[in-house]
C-alpha cells in the first residue's frame, strides 16, 4: 500500500489512526550522501535499534551514519569497529556529546543521548570461556539498548562443567525469559543448558578452537545438531543477532504477563 491509499484509507475509516501510523513508518528512511539508508523508524517498529557494521566502513562514514542516527533516535549499535577507528569514534562521541556503554574485549560501542531504561525483560547471558566473552558482550549491548536487564556470567563451560550450575540456579532465581550461550570449541554448553531448563536458549558458535572444526565451524554444526529441543543457533559469532532475538522475546513476555 503507497503512501496515497494509506492517507485515503484513513479518511474513508478503512483503516485506524494507528494502522495508518504503522504503515506509514514502512516509508520512514534516511538517506546519507548516496552511500547509506537508514532505517530511522526500526525502533518504534521492531523495538531494535540502529546497528551499523563498521568493520567494512571507513571512519567518515561512520561518524555520518551515527550522527544522523542520533539527530533522529535515542541510540545506535557501532559493531566490529577497527582498531584504529574504535578509540577516534569514542572521541568522536564526545564531540557529539553523547553517552557510551562499552563491552569488555569487545570493538562495539553503545552510543545514546537520554538514560536507557532496563524495564523490559531479563536476559541472561552465558559463555564456555572467557575467548566467548567479546561476542557475549556483544549480545549484551544490544539487549542494554532494547531495555533489558541482564544477568551475566562468565567461563562457566563444560572444561569444569560443576561450574555452571550456581549460575543458571541464579538465572532461574532471576526469572529471565532467554538465555544466550556463547562457546567455541565443540559448543556443548548451548545444549547442556538447553536440557536444563525450561526458558527460550539461543547458542552463539564462537570461532574458537583448533585445526578440524576450527573457526567456529565445530561448534555451530554441534549446536545445529543438538538432540535438545529448546536451542535455537545464530551464525558464527553473531552476538549482535542473538542480542536481537534475546531482547525480543523477553520484552514481548513483559507484555504478556
Do not use: H
Not at 562514514?61 to 574504535?86: G, H, T
Request: contains cysteine; glycine residues 8%.
Amino acid at each position: 500500500m503507497d503512501v496515497e491509499k494509506i492517507l485515503e484509507s484513513l479518511k474513508d475509516n478503512k483503516i485506524t489512526v494507528n494502522q495508518a501510523k504503522k504503515l506509514l513508518s514502512l516509508y520512514s528512511i534516511e538517506e546519507i550522501e548516496g552511500f547509506a539508508k537508514i532505517d530511522i523508524s526500526r525502533q518504534n517498529r521492531r523495538g531494535i535499534p540502529e546497528v551499523i557494521f563498521a568493520e567494512t566502513k571507513e571512519l567518515d562514514e561512520i561518524k555520518k551514519i551515527v550522527k544522523r542516527v542520533l539527530e533522529k533516535s535515542n541510540a545506535v549499535i557501532v559493531s566490529r569497529l577497527k582498531k584504529n577507528d574504535y578509540s577516534k569514534i569514542k572521541e568522536y562521541s564526545k564531540k557529539l556529546k553523547v553517552k557510551i556503554k562499552t563491552g569488555k574485549n569487545s570493538s562495539s560501542l553503545l552510543l545514546y543521548k537520554k538514560t536507557i531504561k532496563q524495564n523490559g525483560g531479563k536476559v541472561g547471558i552465558l559463555t564456555a570461556g572467557t575467548s566467548d566473552i567479546g561476542v557475549a558482550e556483544e549480545s549484551r549491548l544490544m539487549c542494554e539498548a532494547m531495555n533489558c536487564k541482564c544477568i551475566i556470567s562468565y567461563d562457566v563451560g563444560v572444561a569444569g562443567i560443576q561450574r555452571i550450575f550456581p549460575e543458571l540456579k541464579k538465572m532461574v532465581d532471576e526469572e529471565v525469559d532467554c538465555i544466550i550461550v556463547a562457546a567455541g570449541m565443540e559448543g556443548a554448553l548451548a545444549t547442556l543448558v538447553s536440557t536444563l531448563v525450561d526458558i527460550p536458549i539461543i547458542g552463539i558458535p564462537t570461532s574458537v578452537g583448533y585445526g578440524y572444526g576450527e573457526k567456529g565451524i565445530a561448534a555451530l554444526a554441534s549446536m545445529l545438531q543438538s538432540c535438545s529441543l529448546g536451542l535455537s543457533v545464530v551464525n558464527i559469532d553473531n552476538g549482535i543477532a542473538a542480542g536481537g532475538i534475546a531482547a525480543n522475546i523477553a520484552n514481548r513476555s513483559i507484555r504478556i504477563k
